[in-house]
């Protein structure tokens, strides 16, 4: 079956500096999405890739699809506090309507 | 705020009983997900309904089902209740299928002693 892992599980950093969580399936993609989830609250989405290559950006935020359609990366430029929370992809599978959740990377930021 | 609703906000119950989450989408969408989180097994995709039929399904137990009613409003049934059932289960409506951005809901928390 379908696998999405998520590297790392979990990270600390310093406020300002800059970090990237990344996606990795075992199988080609339609497309993938992007959640955040801050402490007891729910996933909110974030952004949905599409296209092989595709980058997109929101204000420090950059997303990326891998050429292979297999894996993506979410990058925070200068982390602030507010950033603070669990970052998960969710893929659909090309093989039909199935929604696989990443593992997930909590993100610490120390003011 | 995502629009989406869900009641109970918290759930306990004993073993071997059964329970009923409901949820209410974003006005207009037509698709109704559920999802079940623990902390042994993360965020797991059960079922999606779209206008009323099942669309796709997930690792839904055979003790599970769900439903979704001529007013999109959706109800996840759990029964014979174990204690590994217990988790927070979170509902999401998208206006589409499987290329739309998903609106989760505030979750409901189980419990199950």
């Known amino acids: 079956g379908q696998q999405v892992m998520q590297i790392p599980q979990y990270q600390h950093v310093q406020e300002g500096e800059d970090f990237t969580t990344y996606c990795n399936s075992s199988t080609t993609l339609s497309n993938i999405q992007w959640y955040k989830q801050r402490p007891g609250g729910h996933p909110v989405f974030l952004i949905q890739?599409?296209?092989?290559?595709e980058v997109k950006k929101q204000k420090r935020l950059t997303f990326q699809f891998g050429e292979a359609k297999k894996n993506s990366s979410l990058h925070i430029t200068a982390t602030q506090t507010t950033d603070v929370g669990t970052y998960f992809c969710?893929?659909?599978?090309?093989?039909?309507?199935?929604?696989?959740f990443g593992t997930g990377t909590s993100l610490t930021v120390i003011p | 705020d995502s629009g989406v609703t869900q009641t109970p906000k918290h759930l306990i119950t004993a073993t071997g009983q059964r329970v009923t989450l409901r949820c209410s989408p974003r006005?207009?969408?037509?698709?109704v997900y559920w999802y079940q989180q623990s902390l042994d097994q993360g965020l797991q995709f059960l079922i999606q309904?779209?206008?009323?039929?099942?669309?796709a399904k997930g690792n839904i137990l055979e003790r599970f089902s769900a439903q979704q009613f001529p007013d999109l409003h959706s109800e996840l049934n759990l029964s014979s209740l174990e204690l590994g059932d217990s988790a927070l289960y979170f509902c999401?409506?998208?206006?589409?299928?499987?290329?739309?951005?998903?609106?989760f809901g505030p979750g409901t928390r189980l419990t199950v002693t």
């Open positions: 999401a409506s998208s206006s589409g299928t499987e290329a739309y951005e998903q609106y």
């Open positions: 890739l599409v296209k092989s290559g």
């Open positions: 309904y779209y206008n009323g039929e099942e669309r």
């Open positions: 006005s207009g969408d037509l698709s």
């Open positions: 969710l893929v659909v599978a090309n093989t039909g309507n199935q929604f696989y």
